[in-house]
């Protein structure tokens, strides 16, 4: 995976909750569109990932051959929401590896609430839950999440819904619809 941040060092040492995002790469022009809204949301860390029904060719767009593009995008909805801290961005080609490599790494379970966002599934017993019922790790440190955020069409079913699954995260929903994700 590749990374950029206007934060080489890392530092994470703001006194607010942490929100990472990892976000199934959308259509090129949706991207451009969402990026604002992401930093305007206060997202710190965006991870910009492969899935099954996200086509190969995304990943060349002009947004990745031209970083500064990316980062006005980002400045445009920092600006609408007054925050100064540029989102670092993470891009993994490859949903699983980056799954079983760098997942807990970046994010680990004890430190991060790890949250799918997925249509209930059709015969699924258990019910998917609403943020506010996402249980967080004990710790006396901030309040840490990162939230995944399908393709359009959603994850693919079983494997990458389970695969999420099966590394902690809880499955939230808004219903049974698949909704567009910008």
């Known amino acids: 995976f590749t990374e950029c941040s206007d934060n080489p060092q890392g530092d994470t040492s703001s006194t607010s909750d942490s929100v990472t995002l990892i976000l199934a790469l959308p259509r090129p022009l949706q991207l451009g569109r ?3 809204m992401i930093s305007q949301m206060g997202v710190d860390h965006l991870v910009l990932t492969a899935a099954k029904k ?7 767009s002009h947004l990745f051959r031209k970083p500064q593009v990316l980062r006005k995008l980002l400045i445009e909805g920092l ?8 989102p ?3 891009v993994s080609k490859q949903l699983k590896p980056f799954m079983e490599d760098d997942l807990d790494v970046l994010f680990p379970a004890d430190e991060y609430a790890r949250v799918i966002a997925h ?12 943020m506010r019922e996402v249980t967080f790790p004990e710790s006396k440190r901030q309040r840490k999440v990162v939230i995944a955020v399908g393709p359009e069409g959603g994850w693919e079913e ?12 809880q499955q ?5 619809r698949v909704l567009r994700s910008d």
Do not use: H, N, W
């Open 54 to 60: 996200v086509p190969k060719d995304y990943f060349g």
């Open 172 to 176: 939230i929903t808004m219903g049974t």
């Open 79 to 86: 600006c609408q929401s007054g925050d100064v801290k540029i």
């Open 119 to 130: 249509p209930q599934r059709v015969g699924q017993t258990d019910a998917p839950k609403r």
């Open 88 to 90: 670092k961005i993470t």
């Open 34 to 36: 969402m990026l604002p």
């Open 158 to 169: 079983p494997y990458e819904l389970d695969m999420f699954q099966s590394l902690g995260f």
